[in-house]
C-alpha cells in the first residue's frame, strides 16, 4: 500500500500545477540543432509531440526542430535555426525553431498527451527572420526591408504598414476547433514610425481563450508576398509551453489510483520501508 500512496501524491504534486516544456530533456552538443533528418517524423519534449517531416532528398525540413545556437548576426537561410535573443527563454539553452512551409506542406503542429487547458507560451524571431525584415537581408534578395513602400521599388520609405504575424488554432480531442489567437512578430502600422516594431525578445502569449485543447497548430502570414506566396522566411522560435490537464483527466487518473490502491489493499496491510540514508 506505501508503494501505491507515495505514487498517488507523485501524481497529485505533478498535476496540480501548470506542466512546463522547455525542451531542456532534448540533448545537443554546444550551438547545434535537430532538424528531423533521422526520418523520425517529429519528437517529444516533456511528454509533448512536435511535429516535423524531413526531405532526406533535398534536406529540406518544415514543422519543428530544436536547437541551441546562438548565432544573433549572421543574416540568410545559412543561419535558419537560431533564436535572436541568442538563447531560450530565461537564458535557457535550448528552444524549438518552427517553419510553416504554407500551401506546400503540413504546418507545425503540437499534439498534447491528452486534451488539457493550455495556458501560455513564449515566442520571438529567429535571427533569419528578425534581420530580414529589419533590413531586407535574406541572402537571396527576395525579401524586402518592412516599411518600405513595394510601389517606390524599397526607396527607403518606411511608412507602409507591414506586419508579420502568427496564427495559432487551438482543436479538442475530436478535432474540432476551440479557438485562434494572433500575435505579431512584426508591425509596421502605428501612425507614429517610431512605434514600429520587429520582435527581438521572448514574448509571452496567453492562450487561455483556445480552452481545452489536444494540438495547436500554427501558420504565419505578411504582407510581403509575391507570385509563390510569403517573401518573408516564415519562421519562429518557440518556448515554455505550459498547459495544464482538464478536471475530467485528473478524475480518470484518480479513479484509476483508486482502483490500484483499493487491489492492493485487498493483498494485506505492508510495513513501509524507511528510506535509506
Known amino acids: 500500500m506505501c508503494g501505491i500512496a ?3 501524491v507523485s501524481i497529485g504534486v505533478q498535476v496540480v500545477g501548470a506542466d512546463t516544456v522547455d525542451f531542456e530533456d532534448k540533448v545537443l552538443s554546444p550551438n547545434s540543432f535537430y532538424n528531423g533528418s533521422d526520418g523520425a517524423g517529429g519528437f ?3 511528454g509533448v509531440h512536435f511535429n516535423n517531416s524531413h526531405d532526406q532528398m533535398f534536406g529540406s525540413w518544415s ?3 530544436y536547437s541551441n545556437v546562438n548565432n544573433t548576426t549572421t543574416p540568410g537561410f545559412g543561419n535558419q535555426y537560431a533564436a535572436i535573443p541568442g538563447a ?3 537564458g535557457g539553452g535550448k528552444y524549438a525553431v518552427a517553419f510553416d512551409p504554407g500551401a506546400f506542406g503540413t504546418p ?4 498534447l498527451p491528452f486534451v488539457a487547458a493550455i495556458q501560455s507560451l513564449y515566442v520571438t524571431n529567429t535571427t533569419y527572420t528578425f534581420l530580414a525584415l529589419r533590413d531586407g537581408n535574406d541572402g537571396a534578395g527576395f525579401v524586402r526591408q518592412f516599411g518600405d513602400d513595394p510601389g517606390q521599388g524599397g526607396a527607403g520609405n518606411q511608412g507602409f504598414p507591414d506586419f508579420y504575424k502568427l496564427l495559432i488554432t487551438g482543436k479538442d480531442g475530436t478535432g474540432q476547433v476551440t479557438g485562434s489567437v494572433d500575435f505579431y ?3 509596421y502600422r502605428f501612425p507614429n514610425n517610431a512605434d514600429d516594431f520587429v520582435v527581438n525578445d521572448w514574448r509571452q502569449i496567453d492562450l487561455t481563450t483556445l480552452g481545452n485543447v489536444k494540438t495547436l497548430t500554427f501558420s504565419l502570414d505578411s504582407t510581403d508576398t509575391g507570385q509563390f506566396g510569403i517573401n518573408t522566411p516564415t519562421y519562429f522560435a518557440l518556448d515554455h509551453l505550459q ?3 482538464e478536471p475530467g483527466v485528473l478524475g480518470l487518473l484518480g479513479l484509476s489510483m483508486f482502483h490500484l490502491a483499493r487491489r ?3 493483498r494485506g496491510p505492508a510495513v513501509c520501508s524507511p528510506r535509506a540514508k
Open 44 to 46: 517529444t519534449s516533456g
Open 6 to 8: 507515495t505514487l498517488l
Open 185 to 187: 512578430l512584426a508591425d
Open 264 to 266: 492492493d489493499s485487498r
Open 88 to 90: 531560450g527563454f530565461g
Open 108 to 111: 507545425p503542429t503540437i499534439t
Open 63 to 65: 514543422g519543428f526542430a
Open 243 to 245: 498547459y495544464v490537464p
